[in-house]
């Protein structure tokens, strides 16, 4: 009976030995220790057994039970912290791994988006991009511009002024001056950013964008002026546009013209069914900038920093960066720029 006893102990230990789980352990539990296993059997059964064996059987088998419970203690246990090893090791996480990228929500605003390719085209035909600031002096926003005492944009009711020498620049031209001030010729610059004027309708808000162009040298012509806006014309509106010049005034341009491209949505203002073209209303030319050659009294305010108007002359450029995104786009409200409807904003990828 000791016998059986021994060799049921020796199963049990090699079971628990080779279990691969707690679970197997858990298992080996009830097939050993259970309410029908051979080992409690036997132990309710020594009552039963003559009374010289009794307390040899009953206390191998007591002993037994006892080590089998204790060995499956101890392997369960060992088991648990490898077990759970494996699963902090499965599943864990490494925080310095970058997260998923986000959902593609959102995209520029097509005021962006023109700003980004008009500062391509430029800068592909050698131009430097800066900005200056929104808050100007009277003295770089007209005085320095060549604007006379009685120019009318000069008025309170055109213009946001903050003090009576400061305001919110009208255009971006006080950073002609600003650029020639900071560096000596040659300078090839565009100036993007907003602009303030006191106006509200269907094409005007108070608050707009604009690009400066300014390109000063020893040897810059009218053509340099045409060629470069051809450029651009054909860059932004295709390749098949042409361009013209229409007299015009600024005060700190001269002389000054006004830029039209040639219509992209018809010919010579005829659409193909032989109706007139609602875009550039019948006349084949779509008004895009303001420019001209730069006037010497212009430069003669910065002759100090090697702008003798002698010696240099350049050309200057201001365009709408709303008026150019409506024509290439066909938007025919200018506030809905700035409702930020989504319905809006999402046509344009
Ligand atoms: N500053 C002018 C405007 O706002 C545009 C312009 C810029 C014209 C440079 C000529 C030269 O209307």
Request: negative net charge; contains cysteine.
């Amino acid at each position: 009976m000791t016998d059986r006893i021994e060799q049921l102990e020796r199963e049990a230990q090699a079971a628990a030995a080779v279990a691969a789980s707690s679970a197997e352990i858990e298992e080996l539990r009830v097939r050993y220790l259970g309410r029908k296993a051979e080992l409690p059997n036997l132990l309710r059964e020594v009552a039963q057994l003559p009374a010289d064996q009794r307390s040899a059987v009953g206390s191998a088998a007591n002993r037994a039970r006892r080590a089998i419970d204790s060995l499956l203690d101890q392997r369960a246990g060992e088991l648990a912290v490898s077990e759970l090893d494996a699963r902090l090791q499965a599943e864990r996480v490494d925080v310095t791994l970058p997260g998923d990228p986000l959902p593609a929500i959102g995209r520029l605003h097509l005021i962006t988006q023109t700003r980004r390719e008009i500062e391509d085209v430029f800068i592909g035909l050698g131009f430097n991009v800066a900005e200056g600031p929104e808050i100007e002096t009277v003295s770089y926003n007209f005085d320095a511009l060549n604007h006379d005492a009685q120019h009318p944009a000069r008025a309170w009711s055109d213009t946001f002024y903050i003090s009576d020498e400061v305001l919110l620049r009208t255009h971006t031209s006080p950073m002609q001056i600003r650029a020639m001030e900071l560096s000596p010729p040659p300078v090839y610059l565009i100036v993007p950013g907003r602009v303030y004027r006191r106006d509200s309708d269907l094409t005007h808000t108070p608050q707009f964008h604009q690009v400066e162009g300014l390109a000063v040298d020893e040897d810059i012509t009218l053509a340099d002026l045409k060629g470069t806006l051809l450029a651009f014309a054909r860059a932004i509106f295709g390749p098949e546009r042409e361009i013209r010049l229409r007299p015009h005034f600024f005060p700190f341009t001269e002389p000054s013209v006004e830029v039209d491209v040639s219509c992209f949505n018809c010919s010579g203002g005829v659409v193909a069914g032989g109706e007139r073209c609602g875009i550039c209303k019948g006349t084949g030319w779509l008004e895009i900038l303001g420019s001209g050659m730069v006037d010497p009294n212009v430069l003669a305010y910065v002759a100090g920093n090697g702008y003798d108007p002698e010696r240099v002359q350049g050309f200057a450029f201001g365009m709408g960066i709303e008026r150019i995104a409506m024509l290439k786009h066909g938007v025919s409200d200018l506030r809905l720029f700035y409702d930020n409807d989504i319905r809006f904003l999402e046509q344009f990828a």
